[in-house]
């Protein structure tokens, strides 16, 4: 995102909140080899319903590496990736929006919250 970039550089937010809002994609190719000016990416837009949906996904696999094995059976999962799609809103002020659905393929279970049960549910929690 690049007002991110941008508040990065000029000190606002912390390296560590950047990175977290830093979307990264690791894909091996032939093309990498000797290419030191990085003429092979392609960088494309994204949408900010797409970015947002892709940091929740991102930040919520770091946070279900730390959790034990009898959380990951839990539903703590589901208040984790709760709480990241809420802190991603309200980071970028994205709120265009009626009901967000969770689809848990581990469990298969469905979970759909409305925007404002989400706003009072977190409200009072540091993002």
């Given at each position: ?20 809002r ?73 709120n ?11 469990f ?20």
């Open positions: 995102n690049r007002a991110d970039l941008e508040k990065y550089i000029v000190g606002i937010i912390p390296a560590e909140q950047f990175h977290t830093t979307i990264v994609k690791i894909q091996g190719s032939e093309k990498i080899i000797n290419d030191k000016k990085g003429t092979h990416l392609t960088y494309t837009d994204i949408s900010l319903t797409d970015f947002i949906v892709e940091l929740t996904l991102q930040q919520t696999r770091q946070d279900f590496a730390k959790l034990t094995d009898e959380e990951k059976k839990s539903q703590k999962i589901q208040e984790i990736i709760l709480k990241n799609i809420y802190k991603f809103l309200k980071v970028y002020e994205f265009d929006f009626l009901k967000i659905k969770i689809q848990d393929t581990s298969n279970t469905e979970y759909a919250i409305g925007k404002y049960e989400l706003w009072e549910r977190f409200k009072d929690s540091e993002i």
